[in-house]
């Protein structure tokens, strides 16, 4: 197989897929904490009120932290994979 036709190399890969799960992690925990972060509690006299949750609240940055981990993760893999990558071409 020629060099020309060869794509993207593992590391590339690895890279891009530690990226795209650092943005999905930042864009799913958003999402969440948009949508289950406010929650009706009842008033002292009448009707209820909405609120912040401070449990969805922490949920949701559990959520972009945990992304922003797997996400690393990956990229260090790749940089391991960089490194081998290299040291077999020379």
């Known amino acids: ?14 890279n891009a ?3 795209i799960l650092i943005a ?5 925990g958003f ?3 948009l949508v289950f972060g406010r929650v ?6 009448y009707g209820t009120e909405t609120v912040w949750s401070g449990i969805m609240v922490i949920t949701g940055i559990g959520i972009i932290f ?5 996400g690393y993760l990956f990229q260090k893999i790749a ?7 290299n040291k ?3």
């Not at 940089?79 to 990558?85: A, D, G, M, N, T």
């Open 1 to 14: 197989m020629s060099t020309e036709n060869q794509g993207m190399k593992e590391s590339e890969v690895c």
């Open 88 to 90: 077999a071409a020379s």
């Open 31 to 33: 999402i969440f904490i």
């Open 17 to 19: 897929i530690g990226w």
């Open 24 to 28: 999905l992690g930042f864009i799913a």
């Open 79 to 85: 940089s391991i994979l960089r490194y081998h990558e």
């Open 40 to 45: 009706e509690v009842p008033r002292t006299y």
């Open 66 to 70: 945990n992304g922003f981990l797997v």
